[in-house]
């Protein structure tokens, strides 16, 4: 079974700052990660995915994340954060299924707040 | 998010009513997924369907029913509901043409509430 533990379930950033949302996976087997940004009273939209190759992974919105297989970790990054950044952020991983038919685990949820 | 449709968006029933949530997708994949998110809780899954005519139970699936009429639709039944299925749903298959990593396509979102 696989786990995704979000520590910080809400981080306040000052505009232009930049933040860090952490995200810890747990899995016996090879997986796949993802970061989801939902924005107030929307669904899910998929922000980047590490799947294989290099490990420092780009998305959209000029966040990217680092895919750490020692420290079991896919930690989110930005250099300088938005007001439209405000959102909450789900980091979520699939793996290991026996049937082709993976299925995403989700972490708790970050929620993004920035401060003007 | 046209490539996943859920209807209804808001619904408000009172304790032992039932309803069907229904979802269609038009990406062609085999693969269908019904999650409820609450407050601090994520998102988790109740029901999915790995191909047309089977069904399997996730990691929340007391209280739900689910059908797989067809490629394209994947529905969701509150047989009585209670106060405790008070949530937001979401269906979500894999998008156009990709392999299936577990990556998904949500819809929209349906917002539950139980009296």
């Known amino acids: 079974a696989q786990s995704v533990t979000q520590l910080d379930s809400q981080v306040p950033v000052f505009e232009e700052a930049p933040v860090e949302l952490r995200c810890n996976y747990s899995?016996?087997?090879?997986?796949?990660l993802f970061w989801y940004v939902q924005y107030p009273n929307q669904g899910l939209q998929l922000l980047l995915k590490?799947?294989?190759?290099?490990?420092l992974v780009k998305g959209i919105n000029g966040f990217e994340a680092e895919f750490n297989k020692s420290q079991t970790s896919f930690h989110l990054r930005k250099p300088s954060v938005h007001i439209s950044d405000t959102a909450e952020y789900f980091c979520?991983?699939?793996?290991?299924?026996?049937?082709?038919?993976?299925?995403?685990?989700f972490g708790t949820g970050t929620r993004l707040t920035i401060i003007p | 998010n046209a490539g996943v449709t859920q209807t209804p968006k808001f619904q408000v029933l009172k304790t032992g009513q039932s309803m069907t949530l229904q979802c269609a997708q038009d990406?062609?994949?085999?693969?269908m997924y019904w999650y409820r998110q609450d407050p601090g809780m994520g998102l988790r899954l109740i029901y999915y369907?790995?191909?047309?005519?089977?069904?399997d139970k996730g990691e929340v699936p007391n209280g739900y029913n689910v059908s797989r009429l067809n490629k394209r639709e994947f529905s969701l039944r509150l047989e009585s509901a209670a106060p405790s299925q008070t949530s937001v749903y979401f269906c979500?298959?894999?998008?156009?043409?990709?392999?299936?990593?577990?990556?998904?396509?949500f819809g929209e979102g349906s917002r539950l509430t139980v009296l």
């Open positions: 979520a991983v699939s793996g290991g299924s026996n049937f082709g038919n993976e299925k995403l685990t």
């Open positions: 899995s016996s087997v090879s997986v796949y």
């Open positions: 369907s790995a191909s047309e005519g089977t069904t």
């Open positions: 590490y799947l294989s190759g290099s490990t």
């Open positions: 979500a298959s894999p998008p156009l043409g990709l392999a299936n990593t577990g990556e998904l396509f």
């Open positions: 990406m062609n994949h085999n693969s």
